[in-house]
């Protein structure tokens, strides 16, 4: 199989999801949810801000909020029945109060600046409203209408403004008083006091407007029908009213609200019931995780709060939010955001036919390790989102070579040049095969030799041997057609061994394995088998890191921990381990498509960690020992076969081939000769170094040293002496600069672009 | 695509020779093509064998760069 590249010109889109399939991946997100706290206010205050912004001391920009929220923001304070507070969560923590957030918002009115300056000039309404009787919900109709724009008049019986604030507020205290009372005053509301509200008087005035409200007295005076619950209108009498069930501070404020919204419909000429959203309290869906809150009373509120002791009842607050998988996932870290609007951005980008595709580089560094979904109260599962990013990606031509070429061609080298599939010698056919998984070849091929040579004497029926990739590289990638393809080659091997039973030394071959044939770990066969001669029994401290390959099987994690304990490790766990392991940052190709982010990875699970870290997986050993921890896989230490430090890229296909050749002719005894080059090809360590970086293998620059001495063509950079020659494999061109002597080349510098050229 | 626009120019007047040719380089009208996109550059080419050079700094700066521009269309 080879890949081509793509054209940015063929203009090809496929759909990533439904409407109906975003929405349900989507709403599984609940990060944007209320806190609870909020959602129980029919207002929608936000209290969780409103107590941030207290717990800082910034009680002007707490007061700002609720001056925003409602008119007369000190009467609602003073008399709030406040669900909030009731259905806060600290409240579930036994021995734990919730937040006092009526006197939060006290406190707020009385240490807070009120802003000044009143904003911009507002033109008035061509529409004029009235307002009759006096009680809290037509006082803050008044407000509301007022704070429209209309036109707003106030018939009240009673003699003066005291008179009326005393009558709508009989609870407010001294100084919320007089504050009331001057707002009262500010306002630009026209008020007739001393009105005698008889039934002809309401009718006669409320002609002359186009909107009004009324009291409940005016109501009943007005023999009118009760208003509607949801608009408070009454249609006979054309007034807004509360319903007859609305008692409370609370309850008019938001009543008063209501009518607002219905009065500004009326005035349009349009039914008050028309699009008027959501309104009032709510059921929250957020999450919130209380397993490290301490119980705590709430500061005690002696007439009102001090600006110390709102701040300290204030930092009671825990924030109430959702960040249970951001937490543990380095991707989303990197990304800053959350799975709901990550999804909506992939979605989005994979539906741009022309132009830049800004998440690509997101779609491509996800690990694909499915942590989120365990560590998710929901379950939001963004590796299949990603995943199926990519698959759209391949399929509409979308997806660049460039990303995820290395890696592919290197599941077709471990599935070509360096593949063996053989019964053990002496056998038709197996009981069993090993299949130790192309990163434990690369890593550690001495302690796959061991084990494959432990395997065979110990276990009866004969040990088939499977050197090559299960084929997660191209499914990773999104390439699910050389996915299949390996699955065929696999399974074709098998077939021919009489379908044995297949020993994984990597839970991500296991995985991808499984439906090819039964899987069993190396750890239950070394379980069941005991531990081989020679083996340690005292391996000391270390600390355990899961597989994310292994998430959800409990069983491998078990045995895992079983044949360490039986190597004499002392296992420590990270914070995140079993099925809410992270991914160490091999996982989904991530280290390929975007290097930075997978180094965060790597750095995120390895967090906290130090001294020697046990691992199942060659991935996670191999990432580990390159970010500089001391880092095992549990088959080196079952054989003693310590690999050391990692392998560069040039040097893990040697390892393959040469595990391959040895096995080859020690258990089969044939020999393929390897060619001697007939030319002298040294690398120097500093040109080494580039190409490891550069993802240059060795056969790279022999290709292009071979090219040379067939064509000759090379530049002479004169002041340095260098020659520099290139050769284009496959869709990259590699050039090599060299000093040239009769025995060979020593290269010492190499480098790439995928471009081509050519001169006009 | 602006035919006049050069997106890279580099004078290798004295300092680089063709190896098989013995020639010095000289600045020459170049294309690069990726994904079906086309940038006209001058570079240093042989006038003998037209063997093209691309320096070190411009495949790993200019060229990278653009590279992954494209690969994001
Ligand atoms: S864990 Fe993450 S994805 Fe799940 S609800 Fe919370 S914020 Fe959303
Ligand atoms: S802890 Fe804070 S955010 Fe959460 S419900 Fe209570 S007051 Fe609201
Ligand atoms: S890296 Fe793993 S935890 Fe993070 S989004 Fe991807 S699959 Fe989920
Ligand atoms: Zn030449």
């Known amino acids: 199989m080879d890949f081509t590249e793509r054209s940015t010109r063929a203009y090809r889109t496929k759909m990533l999801y439904t409407k109906e399939e975003l929405a349900a991946r989507e709403s599984l997100c609940v990060h944007e949810q209320p806190a609870f706290c909020t959602a129980a206010c029919p207002l929608r205050l936000d209290a969780r801000e409103l107590t941030r912004l207290t717990a800082e001391g910034d009680f002007s920009a707490a007061r700002a909020m609720l001056e925003r929220a409602a008119p007369f923001a000190r009467i609602l304070a003073a008399g709030c029945e406040h669900p909030c507070t009731e259905k806060c969560r600290l409240n579930e923590v036994p021995g734990c109060e919730g937040v006092n957030i009526p006197a939060l918002e006290r406190a707020t009115m009385r240490h807070g600046q009120k802003r000044t300056g009143r904003g911009l000039l507002r033109f008035k309404k061509k529409k004029t409203a009235a307002v009759f009787g006096a009680e809290l919900f037509t006082l803050v109709v008044a407000a509301e209408l007022a704070g429209k724009s209309y036109p707003t008049a106030f018939y009240v019986a009673e003699p003066d403004a005291e008179g009326l604030l005393s009558r709508c507020a009989p609870f407010l205290g001294e100084e919320d008083f007089s504050a009331a009372l001057d707002e009262l005053k500010s306002l630009d509301i026209a008020v007739s006091y001393g009105c005698e509200l008889t039934r002809e008087f309401i009718a006669a005035e409320r002609e002359k407007y186009d909107l009004a409200a009324v009291s409940r007295e005016c109501l009943a005076a007005l023999d009118a029908w009760e208003p509607d619950g949801v608009t408070l209108y009454c249609e006979g009498a054309r007034v807004l009213a509360r319903p007859r069930d609305g008692e409370g501070v609370l309850r008019a404020f938001y009543d008063a609200r209501r009518a607002g919204v219905s009065a500004d419909r009326l005035a349009q000429g349009m039914s008050p019931a028309n699009s008027r959203g959501e309104e009032g309290a709510m059921e929250s869906r957020l999450y919130t995780d209380l397993s490290a809150v301490k119980p705590s009373q ?19 607050c825990i924030q109430c939010e959702c960040v249970e998988c951001i937490k543990g996932c380095a991707w989303m870290q990197h990304y800053g955001k959350f799975p709901r609007v990550l999804t909506r951005e992939i979605y989005n980008n994979v539906g741009i036919i022309m132009g830049d595709h800004m998440f690509n580089g997101a779609i491509n560094s996800c690990a694909l390790c499915k942590q989120c979904t365990v560590t998710c109260p929901n379950g939001y599962d963004m590796a299949e989102i990603c995943l199926s990013a990519r698959r759209n990606m391949v399929a509409t031509g979308k997806m660049s070579l460039a990303v995820h070429e290395f890696a592919l061609y290197d599941q077709l080298f471990s599935n070509g040049e360096a593949f063996l599939a053989r019964a053990q010698p002496g056998f038709e056919s197996c009981e069993y095969v090993f299949f130790p998984g192309c990163q434990a070849g690369a890593d550690a091929p001495e302690a796959v030799w061991r084990c494959y040579a432990d395997l065979r004497a110990r276990l009866g029926g004969g040990v088939g041997i499977i050197l090559g990739c299960c084929g997660i590289m191209s499914h990773w990638a999104g390439r699910e057609e050389l996915y299949e393809e390996t699955r065929a080659q696999l399974a074709a091997a098998l077939e021919a061994m009489g379908r044995p039973k297949i020993i994984t030394a990597c839970p991500t071959c296991a995985g991808a394995l499984s439906g090819l044939g039964e899987c069993v770990g190396v750890w239950d066969v070394l379980l069941s088998l005991g531990l081989p001669e020679g083996a340690p029994s005292a391996c000391g401290a270390v600390t355990l890191h899961d597989a994310c390959g ?68 060659m991935g996670c050993r191999d990432r580990y ?103 284009r494999i496959g869709n990259v061109t590699f050039w090599c600069k060299f000093t040239e002597d009769e025995s060979g080349y020593t290269v010492v510098r190499a480098y790439s672009h995928r471009m081509t050229i050519e001169t006009r | 695509m602006d035919e006049q626009k050069s997106y890279y120019v580099i004078d290798p007047e004295g300092k680089l020779t063709c190896h098989k040719c013995g020639v010095p380089l000289v600045k020459a009208n170049a294309v690069f093509g990726y994904l079906d996109n086309a940038f006209p550059v001058e570079l240093p080419v042989c006038p003998k064998c037209g063997f093209v050079y691309v320096p070190e700094d411009l495949a790993l700066g200019k060229v990278l760069s653009v590279e992954k521009v494209l690969e994001d269309k």
């Open chain 1, 625 to 727: 020992a390159r970010a500089g921890a001391e880092s095992v896989h549990i088959l080196e230490l079952v054989y003693g076969a310590g690999a050391g430090s990692p392998p560069g890229i040039s040097e893990k296909r040697r390892n393959r081939l040469e595990l391959r050749r040895r096995l080859l002719r020690e258990l089969w005894g044939e020999d393929e000769m390897q060619k001697p080059l007939d030319f002298r090809l040294d690398i120097t360590d500093e040109a080494r170094a580039l190409m490891e970086e550069r993802m240059i293998l060795d056969t790279d620059v022999l290709s292009v040293m071979r090219h040379y001495r067939e064509s000759g063509e090379a530049v002479l950079e004169n002041d340095t002496g260098l020659l520099v020659t290139r050769h």
């Open chain 1, 550 to 617: 292994a998430r959800g099987d409990g069983h491998t994690q078990r045995a895992v921990r079983e044949l360490a304990a039986r190597l004499g490790c002392e296992v420590t766990e990270p914070e995140y381990s079993g099925d809410r392991a992270p991914c160490c940052g091999y996982g989904g190709l991530a280290g390929y498509a975007k290097p930075e982010v997978a180094k965060e990875m790597t750095e995120l699970a390895l967090r906290g960690a130090s001294g020697v870290q046990l691992t199942y997986c």
């Open chain 1, 298 to 316: 709430s500061v005690q509120e002696n007439g009102a709060y001090t600006p110390e002791e709102a701040q300290t009842e204030a930092q009671r």
